[in-house]
């Protein structure tokens, strides 16, 4: 089992940034994709962005490229995510999430290939 726990998360102006984190505990070693994901209400959940930790290979939903980066930090097993000139549309719930499949490029950014998930973190953006 692998738990996910996030933070960073909170209040912020239109232009500003935050910094998520998500430390993995338990069996984190075989997370071999981890990424985030994001739920504003009323709406679906949606993919923001991902690392595939054996190539380093990194994906951003087109929303958020330029803006956000993907990084993580394998001493302390915990993946980041730098968000940089918040917009008001990025208000919503973010979560981490982590794979144990060898996921290939297209499949980064769904969902359903997710087993772990975080509970989430509050980001509100006020313009």
């Known amino acids: 089992q692998v738990q996910l726990e996030e933070s960073g998360g909170g209040s912020v102006q239109a232009g500003g940034s935050l910094r998520l984190s998500c430390v993995a505990s338990?069996?984190?070693?075989?997370?071999?994709?981890e990424g985030w994901f994001r739920q504003a209400p009323g709406k679906e959940r949606e993919f923001v962005a991902a690392l595939r930790r054996y190539d380093g290979n990194k994906q951003y939903a087109d929303s958020v490229k330029g803006r956000f980066t993907v990084s993580r930090d394998n001493a302390k097993s915990t993946l980041y995510l730098q968000m940089n000139n918040l917009k008001a549309e990025d208000t919503a719930v973010y979560f981490c999430?982590?794979?144990?499949?060898?996921?290939?490029?297209?499949?980064?950014?769904?969902?359903?290939?997710?087993?772990?998930w975080g509970q989430g973190t509050q980001v509100t953006v006020s313009s």
């Open positions: 338990g069996r984190s070693g075989t997370n071999y994709v």
């Open positions: 999430a982590s794979s144990s499949k060898y996921l290939i490029v297209s499949t980064m950014s769904s969902d359903r290939m997710y087993e772990y």
